[in-house]
């Protein structure tokens, strides 16, 4: 499978950013799908995950009512809606495949994608 990020950027406190993640070479709509981030120094944190059925989300606290996780599972592609962005969110974003829903160790998680880097200025 490849997972091909994109979406990341330099925005301003407030501003709004969407990152997208597409999938190829596996059935995309059989995935659990998820989200992680990792700033300068620090590991990888999960953000967010979606059922393959896309019904079915869970966050971070941290995000929760910022951001929005969905899907196109005839686009084979992943999304992240941020929201109200804040200097705290600048991180490198991660897209993966999540092995089993509601298990959101960085463990639980591949393959992965190659990050799109997010900068939120204040």
């Known amino acids: 499978v490849q997972l091909q990020a994109s979406g990341g950027g330099l925005v301003q406190t407030g501003d709004s950013l969407r990152l997208s993640c597409v999938a190829s070479?596996?059935?995309?709509?059989?995935?659990?799908m998820g989200w992680f981030r990792q700033a300068p120094g620090q590991e990888r944190k999960f953000v967010a995950a979606i059922h393959r059925s896309g019904v079915r989300k869970d966050y971070t606290d941290s995000v929760r009512g910022r951001f929005i996780v969905s899907r196109d599972n005839v686009k084979n592609t992943l999304y992240l809606q941020m929201n109200s962005l804040k200097p705290e969110d600048t991180a490198v974003y991660y897209c993966?495949?999540?092995?089993?829903?509601?298990?959101?160790?960085?463990?639980?998680?591949?393959?992965w994608g190659q990050g799109t880097l997010v900068t939120v200025s204040s």
């Open positions: 070479g596996r059935t995309f709509s059989n995935d659990n």
């Open positions: 993966a495949v999540q092995r089993a829903w509601a298990r959101c160790g960085v463990d639980d998680f591949g393959p």
